[in-house]
């Protein structure tokens, strides 16, 4: 009978994976760290590469802890929310990298659309302000600056999504 559970956390920096007792105490932990920050302002993530971090940092953790896959009860993965991955839905393929959620390479955009109706101009269909943290104005971003990307999303060729381990899109 599985006695453990474990949250995998893909953070903006690492991954790690917690195996957790089902008593709730914490036996193992392991982490891999990453960073795509190449400059204030600019965050990024190469949603394939990502998830190779995924199997060393789980076999880490049962290893760590001397449990095995058939120990595991549960498992909960976390996930960075607003970063936003555009990719091919005929091949998979991003057509370029995640933006993270604290890339601010939008400001100009949410400062245009402030303009033409305040920061609450969207929150009625949205339900948030206008924010370079969401990922609307990371959207756009990409089909206006990616050669070939509007033109793709025109034909309905592309999907959208914020990024979680093991997505279509990443």
Same mark, same amino acid.
Request: net charge positive.
């Given at each position: 009978?599985?006695?453990?559970?474990?949250?995998?956390?893909?953070?903006?920096?690492?991954?790690?994976?917690?195996?957790?007792?089902?008593?709730?105490?914490?036996?193992?932990?392991?982490?891999?760290?990453?960073?795509?920050?190449?400059?204030?302002?600019?965050?990024?993530?190469?949603?394939?590469?990502?998830?190779?971090?995924?199997?060393?940092?789980?076999?880490?953790?049962?290893?760590?802890?001397?449990?095995?896959?058939?120990?595991?009860?549960?498992?909960?993965?976390?996930?960075?929310?607003?970063?936003?991955?555009?990719?091919?839905?005929?091949?998979?393929?991003?057509?370029?990298?995640?933006? *993270?959620?604290?890339?601010?390479?939008?400001?100009?955009?949410?400062?245009?659309?402030?303009?033409?109706?305040?920061?609450?101009?969207?929150?009625?269909?949205?339900?948030?302000?206008?924010?370079?943290?969401?990922?609307?104005?990371?959207?756009?971003?990409?089909?206006?600056? *990616?050669?070939?990307?509007? *033109?793709?999303?025109?034909?309905?060729?592309?999907?959208?999504?914020?990024?979680?381990?093991?997505?279509?899109?990443?």
């Amino acid at each position: 009978m599985p006695h453990y559970s474990a949250a995998i956390d893909q953070g903006t920096t690492s991954t790690r994976l917690w195996s957790l007792t089902t008593a709730g105490g914490s036996c193992a932990l392991t982490a891999r760290a990453r960073s795509d920050l190449p400059q204030a302002g600019l965050g990024r993530a190469r949603p394939h590469a990502n998830l190779g971090a995924h199997p060393p940092v789980i076999q880490g953790a049962f290893a760590k802890a001397k449990i095995a896959r058939r120990d595991i009860a549960a498992v909960g993965v976390t996930n960075q929310r607003e970063t936003t991955v555009v990719w091919d839905r005929r091949t998979g393929q991003p057509v370029y990298n995640a933006i *993270v959620w604290q890339d601010t390479r939008t400001a100009e955009i949410c400062a245009e659309l402030e303009k033409e109706g305040g920061q609450d101009r969207l929150r009625a269909q949205t339900g948030l302000p206008l924010a370079t943290y969401f990922s609307g104005p990371k959207i756009k971003w990409i089909l206006d600056n *990616v050669n070939g990307a509007r *033109v793709a999303a025109e034909r309905d060729n592309l999907l959208s999504a914020t990024w979680t381990p093991g997505s279509s899109g990443g």
